[in-house]
């Protein structure tokens, strides 16, 4: 059976602690692409605080779902980036769609939080210094998020 069209409107997850130090993640299908947790939709109902609670326990194994210590540093940044999909994974979408929408949360966790990544999503992580972080990122989008991370972390 096909795998269904992946929805067009996704999270970027900002995870840090609270000396700023920024978890990237490593693409398994795209080596030294370092990024922020990222994730679609996976049905049209499923809120965006969903998406984000889900998508970060499945690529780091850092549980914030409702009800969990770490919930309470959850935040929607209330911001959203509408860009071109890369066209190395255009072929995930339905025809004809070509552009995201991304909605942009913040998480504080613990220095020391552990990480389990899924191996079929990233190979491996990091700590980093925000600015630091931001230089690392290869999305221009996730960049920008971690370079607003004082203020929304303030």
């Known amino acids: 059976m096909p795998r269904p069209f ?3 409107e996704s999270v970027l997850v900002v995870i840090h602690t609270p000396q700023l130090d920024v978890l990237l993640i490593n693409r398994a299908d795209a080596p030294d692409f370092w990024q922020s947790v990222t994730g679609s939709k996976d049905w049209l109902e499923e809120t965006l605080e969903q998406t984000a609670v889900r998508e970060v326990f499945e690529e780091t194994g850092i549980d914030c779902r409702p009800g969990t210590p770490l919930h309470a540093g959850l935040a929607d940044w209330g911001l959203e980036n509408v860009y071109d999909i890369y066209p190395r994974w255009q072929h995930r979408y339905a025809p004809g769609v070509t552009r995201n929408t991304e909605h942009v949360f913040g998480l504080r966790v613990p220095a020391a ?4 990544l899924d191996p ?5 992580y990091r700590w ?3 600015r630091a972080a931001a230089d690392a990122c290869f999305s221009p989008s996730n960049a920008e998020a971690i370079l ?3 203020q929304f972390a303030a």
């Open 6 to 8: 992946k929805i067009p």
């Open 113 to 116: 939080t552990p990480v389990t």
């Open 120 to 124: 079929r999503e990233h190979t491996g």
């Open 128 to 130: 980093l210094p925000w």
């Open 148 to 150: 607003l991370l004082p």
